[in-house]
């Protein structure tokens, strides 16, 4: 089958949750299927990402300047649009689009976001997929927590336009992908549909191997894309909140911030007692893996984080807040810790602090956890199904196979 999979951003190399769900999906379908991908981004990011690795791989890269975003972000307050949608808007990218559809260049259209779904609007005539991950609905309506950040203002002009867009555009597809169960009911509801299905995160169990070796019995390790608001305010509030009463407890406790970007806020954490701060480290792996525990502690988002997964795959314990341990919940013998107070979060890491027994155990539990149930190819398969469905019947109505 021949696929124009669209993104907003490319996804090389594949870091954080948004590069690597694309990554891993553009590399799943390029196993049976042939696979353009429609992106943004410069010319000088593509030539230097990392994707020797899907081979066969077409691109169709679209340069979108800082001026233009301006521009959309500007004319987003007189469209009925979201802001999500509007700015992400790129005619050089639609046209090009358009004409490769009309050549008959593609049997099937794959959209990532909802922020790219109407440049697949118009064409009924084709099968359409859209991986909407999360609902930006619920992670919008979560942000009063962060009242005090400009950003929360503009979020909250723009939810009701997203609520009324994300009841509208599962209708356009043939299958819509969402990541929780918790988001799968929610647009559910609000769309009617009946053509969801649950498609979680995964993670690279290779890349991201088991760890059986030394690790630093007093660390404790938060990781993420740092200038992203709902990852700042768990570095902030973790550090006011909970990593003081870890202290009284354990006094050599240690606190590593490690991430990309960090903003100013977050860099300032280095002068606290036991608190570093990693900015930019080429590789997380080692970060994590030589920690007692990972935490997760959002306050505010949707869908399932990444940070959670990996941890678990090398065997790093995780401690996070409910909101964040919640896609886990339901998953027999889950060892992900979930804390709804600040004590109850201090307690469960000082108990991993102290008992290296007890870690070991939920070490191995989360490694199993992830070969059970987060494995790219295990994610992925659902979606097999329906595209040989969308093959099968252009394999009958072919000249050769049709009965004389």
């Given at each position: 089958?021949?696929?124009?999979?669209?993104?907003?951003?490319?996804?090389?190399?594949?870091?954080?949750?948004?590069?690597?769900?694309?990554?891993?999906?553009?590399?799943?379908?390029?196993?049976?299927?042939?696979?353009?991908?429609?992106?943004?981004?410069?010319?000088?990011?593509?030539?230097?990402?990392?994707?020797?690795?899907?081979?066969?791989?077409?691109?169709?890269?679209?340069?979108?300047?800082?001026?233009?975003?301006?521009?959309?972000?500007?004319?987003?307050?007189?469209?009925?649009?979201?802001?999500?949608?509007?700015?992400?808007?790129?005619?050089?990218?639609?046209?090009?689009?358009?004409?490769?559809?009309?050549?008959?260049?593609?049997?099937?259209?794959?959209?990532?976001?909802?922020?790219?779904?109407?440049?697949?609007?118009?064409?009924?005539?084709?099968?359409?997929?859209?991986?909407?991950?999360?609902?930006?609905?619920?992670?919008?309506?979560?942000?009063?927590?962060?009242?005090?950040?400009?950003?929360?203002?503009?979020?909250?002009?723009?939810?009701?336009?997203?609520?009324?867009?994300?009841?509208?555009?599962?209708?356009?597809?043939?299958?819509?992908?969402?990541?929780?169960?918790?988001?799968?009911?929610?647009?559910?509801?609000?769309?009617?549909?009946?053509?969801?299905?649950?498609?979680?995160?995964?993670?690279?169990?290779?890349?991201?191997?088991?760890?059986?070796?030394?690790?630093?019995?007093?660390?404790?390790?938060?990781?993420?894309?740092?200038?992203?608001?709902?990852?700042?305010?768990?570095?902030?509030?973790?550090?006011?909140?909970?990593?003081?009463?870890?202290?009284?407890?354990?006094?050599?406790?240690?606190?590593?911030?490690?991430?990309?970007?960090?903003?100013?806020?977050?860099?300032?954490?280095?002068?606290?007692?036991?608190?570093?701060?990693?900015?930019?480290?080429?590789?997380?792996?080692?970060?994590?893996?030589?920690?007692?525990?990972?935490?997760?502690?959002?306050?505010?988002?949707?869908?399932?984080?990444?940070?959670?997964?990996?941890?678990?795959?090398?065997?790093?314990?995780?401690?996070?807040?409910?909101?964040?341990?919640?896609?886990?919940?339901?998953?027999?013998?889950?060892?992900?810790?979930?804390?709804?107070?600040?004590?109850?979060?201090?307690?469960?890491?000082?108990?991993?602090?102290?008992?290296?027994?007890?870690?070991?155990?939920?070490?191995?539990?989360?490694?199993?956890?992830?070969?059970?149930?987060?494995?790219?190819?295990?994610?992925l398969a659902p979606l097999d199904s329906f595209l040989a469905r969308q093959i099968r019947?252009?394999?009958?109505?072919?000249?050769?196979?049709?009965?004389?």
């Amino acid at each position: 089958m021949r696929i124009a999979y669209l993104t907003a951003r490319l996804p090389f190399p594949p870091i954080g949750g948004y590069r690597m769900r694309v990554y891993y999906t553009l590399r799943h379908l390029l196993r049976s299927h042939e696979v353009t991908l429609y992106a943004m981004g410069s010319q000088v990011k593509l030539n230097g990402s990392r994707h020797s690795d899907l081979p066969g791989l077409q691109q169709r890269i679209f340069n979108m300047g800082k001026a233009a975003y301006a521009w959309n972000g500007v004319t987003a307050f007189f469209s009925d649009l979201p802001l999500q949608v509007k700015l992400y808007e790129c005619p050089r990218f639609a046209d090009a689009l358009d004409a490769d559809i009309r050549s008959g260049a593609f049997d099937l259209l794959f959209v990532h976001l909802v922020r790219m779904a109407e440049y697949v609007r118009p064409y009924h005539h084709l099968p359409r997929v859209l991986d909407m991950a999360d609902s930006i609905y619920l992670h919008y309506s979560r942000m009063q927590k962060i009242w005090w950040n400009p950003i929360w203002l503009g979020a909250r002009m723009d939810r009701n336009r997203i609520r009324r867009y994300e009841a509208e555009v599962p209708r356009w597809f043939d299958r819509v992908l969402v990541h929780t169960e918790e988001d799968l009911r929610w647009v559910q509801e609000q769309s009617g549909t009946t053509n969801l299905l649950q498609s979680s995160m995964g993670v690279d169990t290779e890349e991201f191997a088991f760890q059986e070796g030394h690790y630093n019995p007093r660390r404790i390790v938060y990781c993420g894309k740092l200038d992203y608001l709902p990852n700042t305010d768990a570095a902030l509030y973790f550090t006011d909140q909970i990593f003081p009463l870890v202290r009284r407890q354990v006094p050599d406790a240690q606190f590593s911030v490690v991430g990309l970007n960090p903003p100013r806020s977050v860099r300032a954490l280095a002068q606290t007692p036991g608190i570093e701060v990693r900015a930019n480290v080429p590789d997380i792996r080692p970060e994590v893996s030589s920690s007692a525990v990972s935490v997760a502690p959002i306050r505010f988002g949707a869908g399932i984080q990444n940070k959670i997964l990996q941890a678990l795959a090398m065997g790093v314990p995780v401690v996070a807040t409910r909101l964040a341990a919640k896609p886990f919940g339901k998953l027999a013998g889950s060892p992900v810790l979930a804390a709804e107070t600040p004590q109850e979060f201090a307690g469960h890491l000082v108990r991993i602090l102290q008992d290296s027994g007890y870690r070991a155990q939920l070490s191995r539990a989360g490694r199993s956890l992830i070969e059970a149930h987060f494995q790219w190819e295990k994610v992925l398969a659902p979606l097999d199904s329906f595209l040989a469905r969308q093959i099968r019947p252009k394999i009958e109505s072919s000249p050769g196979n049709r009965s004389s």
